[in-house]
């Protein structure tokens, strides 16, 4: 097996130290097995058909038309890209809900207290209203108990106006 390609450090201005890179191994010769092949990064495994093919880099999903999802593996044997989407879009969901509730708690608690003024705005009214109520209620009764001294139902000392009792 020989070394690939030549590679050029810089040491100082005008001088080049060089070193001869690797091999890279392509994947469709390389292994017939999901771990053999899976040993190099840049290796996709097909469960349908069993084969070994380069990750398509350009995308970041492997297309359908080259291997499905449920049957596509990188990285590990035992972990699907269909799972992996799934998995990732749970664990994203359930992180930008805990942030979100997280912002709303907070701005909840430094906001001013609305309701609590509200209420106290509403006791104030509901006081107000009762002592009008219990003011008009005792002028009726002044009125009321005016007009009964007026015609001797309510006996009355100082009133010039008197029922006359036969002793």
């Keep these: 097996m020989g070394y690939g390609l030549k590679s050029c450090i810089l040491v100082s201005q005008g001088n ?3 070193t001869l890179s690797p091999p890279t191994k392509s994947c469709e010769n ?4 999901c771990d053999k092949c899976l040993e190099n990064v840049s290796c996709l ?24 999802l449920s049957q596509a593996r990188w990285g590990v ?10 998995a990732m879009a749970v664990v994203g969901g359930t992180i930008l809900l805990s942030i979100t509730v997280c912002c709303c708690c907070c701005c909840c ?8 003024r509200d209420e106290e705005r509403f006791a104030r009214r509901r006081e107000e209203v009762k002592q009008r ?9 002044a009125r009321h108990d005016d007009i ?17 009792e036969n002793e």
Excluded at 133 to 141: F, G, I, V
């Design 133 to 141: 109520s219990d003011d008009r209620k005792a002028e009726r009764r």
């Design 109 to 116: 608690r430094n906001r001013p207290a609305g309701p609590d």
């Design 77 to 86: 044997c035992w972990v699907n890209f269909e799972a992996l989407i799934i």
């Design 30 to 33: 390389s292994a017939t097995t």
């Design 45 to 68: 495994w097909c469960q349908t058909n069993g084969t070994c093919m380069d990750y398509p880099v350009r995308r970041v999903l492997p297309p359908a038309s080259l291997c499905p």
């Design 148 to 164: 009964r001294k007026k015609y001797g139902l309510i006996p009355d000392s100082d009133h010039p106006y008197s029922k006359f």
């Design 16 to 18: 080049c130290f060089t």
